[in-house]
């Protein structure tokens, strides 16, 4: 894309401020390399040294987080605070888009027990996690990876 996700549209402090109005008890923003930390508001961890890749990085994620986690992209541009509601809402499960596309970046964690710790892909991470469909909020779940994505949104 040549611009950096996190800023744009409002970027994470846009989705910061979404899930503190819905009493989020702790919300962590992932902020790549250290020299990034004070880009952001709140709880900000850079990404360890011996991380590479974002499967190993939420791998690392959920051995230091205790409780419930709902992952939530820096793309994550159309979420609103209904989608993100109902997301908090969910038990566990990977919602789907409007394009019928399981969206694992934005995954509802409460069972440990179905991450796929031996997985090799993100998809695989959480493909024993039930698919959370709701048509009112399905646009709110998709991610943006191209300029003309964008553009249609």
Not at 98 to 119: D, F, G, V, W, Y
Request: charged share 25%; net charge negative; with cysteine.
């Amino acid at each position: 894309m040549g611009r950096d996700k996190a800023m744009m549209k409002g970027g994470v402090n846009r989705l910061l401020t979404i899930y503190s109005e819905l009493g989020a008890q702790r919300i962590i923003t992932l902020c790549g390399a250290s020299s990034r930390i004070e880009l952001f508001e709140g709880e900000v961890w850079p990404d360890p040294d011996e991380v590479t890749g974002p499967l190993e990085l939420l791998k690392w994620c959920l051995t230091k987080i205790e409780g419930d986690i709902q992952i939530i992209p820096c793309d994550a541009f159309s979420l609103l605070e209904t989608g993100a509601d109902w997301l908090l809402k969910q038990a566990n499960g990977v919602p789907v888009d409007s394009s019928k596309q399981r969206q694992p970046l934005m995954a509802r964690i409460s069972n440990r027990e179905l991450i796929n710790h031996e997985a090799t892909t993100i998809n695989g991470l959480f493909a024993k996690f039930p698919s959370l469909e709701e048509v009112e909020f399905s646009k709110q779940f998709s991610n943006f990876n191209t300029n003309s994505e964008l553009v249609n949104d």
